[in-house]
């Protein structure tokens, strides 16, 4: 018994695994458990694990790993996590992402210290060990009833063994009665015959018995509802009842997922296999939200013009604040993730006149940043809508230093070193910074709003609010006089006025951009103030009114 986890056995522990491919829905699933959990009125909160390397993954490229989700407390972590915070409207921490980098990190350090001494260090049961130590850490400093703990990656994966052993044991620990392993796996269908193939799903549960886990649930990932002869093979060949297969098939909307789940009977059997209270669940809040998404009466079209266009999971969570602010204005969002580097040629930019607003995203390096220069300046001359965000926020200061202040070779020293006119410029506290990872501006930090601004308008006359930042540059100070002499609204500072955090040009019908990330705490029911007030001026601009009063 760990010390750690001695009073963590009124928690009960649900674990939720993968099969066949990875990016099968695992988030998803382990999202929809836990609101499946919350409207019955249990407190729930959930880990990620991911078994690479890494320590996080603030170093990986988007395309290699999809969005780096930050945490309020700086953690550079898993998009899953994003999922978890929009499903369950709650805030994670750092700690909530587990990778195999930190485990190791930690037992080297021990091993280093001496709190080993005279022992030959292993995977088992020292690595094991620790990460029983994280899980249950969370455990204990929470209060809550169900801890929720998905495993990255599939089963079988060499990364991940220790992982599915540290969750045996914990199960030798906790007892069955405390503890649920759910298993994630796709069923796909043939093209030819239209046929459910449950086999790789049955290949999965084999290898997991192989580790010596026999999954309580397993969950067929589908592009359709599966068939009563598909889910009676499951159960039979993953020996577990028929009451505990359940499908995750494709939905128009994500959010849809829990009740998905949930009519299928998943809330009942949980509550009833984790000998918790049956209640009876509350969906009507999370209904009304589902509907305002289903039923849009209107559309807006959106031009996101990055540099990671070819994978949409580079841009989830401001994927998701769009469709939370679309759905907010009775509308739907049409996404278009258009390469930057298409707009280096001018006459491209013509494309961008069929969008109801553009939208410039994060990003890093000198690739496709011409091009988010030139869109951003289209947008302003053009009167469309713009949000720059992050990366965003700074290539459309650039752009308003080149093409309205005059100065035609203003950059970023990020993108040129050597500018004669570093508009935007490193902060000083970042030039002797060696090490990458965990060293950016991250994290929740106050941001002063100015009277009167739009700015101010949209986060309802608050004086400061909280928002998330992942940079290392910043608006160069020594170029502020320049920029607002030519129209330029700072709208945003930081508490002590010595960085930007927003600006506005007050003559267009809607142009923002912002230095931190509104994205990171926008939910379905309460979107981000920045992407609402992006998409209402959208929408306003497609129905021909005039400039919105936000």
Not at 525 to 548: E, T, V
Request: charged share 25%; proline share 6%.
């Amino acid at each position: 018994m760990f010390e750690d986890g001695e009073d963590a056995v009124l928690v009960k522990f649900i674990f939720v695994t993968g099969g066949v491919l990875s990016s099968v829905g695992k988030g998803i699933v382990t999202a929809s458990i836990g609101k499946i959990l919350q409207v019955r009125g249990y407190r729930v909160s959930v880990i990620k694990i991911d078994p690479y390397l890494n320590v996080d993954c603030g170093t990986m490229n988007p395309y290699q790993h999809g969005e780096i989700f930050v945490t309020e407390d700086g953690g550079e972590i898993d998009l899953d996590l994003g999922h978890y915070e929009r499903f369950l409207d709650i805030n994670l921490t750092k700690d909530h992402n587990i990778t195999t980098g930190q485990i190791y990190w930690e037992v080297i350090r021990r091993e280093r210290k001496g709190d080993y001494l005279g022992r030959c260090v292993q995977i088992v049961p020292h690595i094991t060990d620790e990460i029983k130590r994280r899980i249950y850490m969370i455990a204990d400093r929470e209060p809550i009833d169900v801890l929720l703990t998905e495993v990255g990656g599939t089963v079988g994966d060499i990364e991940g063994l220790p992982y599915l052993e540290a969750i045996r044991q914990i199960r030798l620990e906790k007892g069955y009665e405390h503890t649920m392993f759910v298993h994630v796996a796709l069923v796909p269908i043939l093209d030819v015959t239209g046929e459910e193939k449950t086999k790789p799903l049955q290949h999965s549960v084999n290898e997991l018995r192989r580790i010596g886990i026999q999954p309580d649930v397993i969950v067929a990932r589908c592009v359709r509802m599966i068939g009563k002869e598909a889910k009676a093979k499951i159960a039979l060949f993953g020996t577990i009842p028929e009451e505990a297969v359940f499908c995750s098939y494709t939905l128009p909307c994500i959010y849809q997922a829990p009740l998905m789940l949930d009519e299928q009977g998943m809330g009942d059997y949980i509550v009833k296999r984790l000998g918790l209270a049956a209640r009876k669940p509350d969906w009507t809040r999370w209904r009304r939200i589902v509907e305002s998404f289903l039923d849009a009466k209107y559309e807006v079209r959106v031009a996101m013009v990055g540099k990671y266009a070819a994978l949409a999971d580079a841009y989830v969570s401001i994927n998701e604040a769009i469709k939370h602010a679309a759905a907010y204005c009775n509308a739907r969002a049409h996404i278009d993730w258009i390469e930057a580097e298409e707009f280096e040629n001018p006459e491209n930019l013509k494309r961008l006149s069929d969008y109801d607003g553009i939208l410039i995203p994060p990003g890093f390096g000198a690739r496709g940043t011409e091009g988010k220069i030139m869109a951003a300046d289209y947008a302003r001359r053009m009167n469309i809508p713009l949000l720059g965000i992050c990366f965003g926020f700074q290539m459309s200061i650039v752009a308003f230093a080149r093409y309205v202040c005059g100065l035609k070779d203003a950059n970023s020293t990020e993108n040129d070193p050597d500018t004669p006119n570093p508009v935007i410029d490193l902060m000083p506290e970042q030039k002797n910074v060696k090490m990458l990872g965990g060293t950016m501006r991250l994290g929740a930090q106050p941001v002063r709003l100015i009277p009167g601004t739009l700015a101010h308008r949209l986060y309802g006359g608050k004086a400061v609010v909280m928002e998330r930042h992942r940079h290392r540059w910043e608006v160069n100070p020594k170029y502020w006089s320049i920029l607002q002499e030519n129209g330029m609204v700072f709208s945003g500072f930081t508490l002590d006025g010595t960085r930007v955090e927003i600006f506005e040009l007050p003559d267009r019908y809607f142009y923002m951009g912002t230095q931190f990330h509104p994205e990171f705490k926008s939910r379905p029911g309460k979107p981000s103030p920045p992407y609402y007030g992006f998409i209402k001026a959208c929408l306003d601009r497609r129905l021909g009114k005039p400039r919105p009063e936000l």
